[in-house]
């Protein structure tokens, strides 16, 4: 089971980290995604990292701004949001599984729940 949380208002310009914690087993060795989803729109991939953490993938909305990360110790992914701008407001999910297209959120076999990210002034 996945949990993601860390979401919360922030300003243009502002940091806010988002953590995916999984319960019942273990986040080694499967990809893990960010997909974030704002009102009115469709579904989007935000970033991927690899099983092993070697292999990192970013929309390229958010490239350059948002670092994707993995603590083994933690069973935990992290999702670094930096220079955050208006257009990030959305619901997050985090997901995991074994994708061809890491963008594509039916390749994914387990969601989390979401948090809701604000960025306004």
């Known amino acids: 089971q996945l949990q993601a949380s860390g979401g919360g208002l922030a300003q243009p310009g502002g940091s806010l980290r988002l953590s995916c914690a999984a319960s019942?087993?273990?986040?080694?060795?499967?990809?893990i995604a960010w997909f974030r989803q704002a009102p009115g729109k469709e579904r989007e991939g935000v970033s991927c990292?690899?099983?092993?953490?070697?292999?990192?993938y970013y929309a390229d909305s958010v490239n350059g701004r948002f670092t994707i990360s993995r603590d083994g110790a933690k069973n935990t992914v992290f999702l670094q949001m930096d220079s955050l701008k208006p257009e990030d407001t959305a619901v997050y999910y985090c997901?995991?599984?074994?994708?061809?297209?890491?963008?594509?959120?039916?390749?994914?076999?387990?969601w989390g729940q979401g948090t809701q990210v604000t960025v306004s002034s």
């Open positions: 997901a995991a599984g074994f994708p061809t297209t890491w963008a594509i959120g039916a390749e994914y076999d387990y």
């Open positions: 019942g087993g273990t986040l080694d060795y499967i990809f």
């Open positions: 990292i690899s099983g092993s953490g070697g292999s990192r």
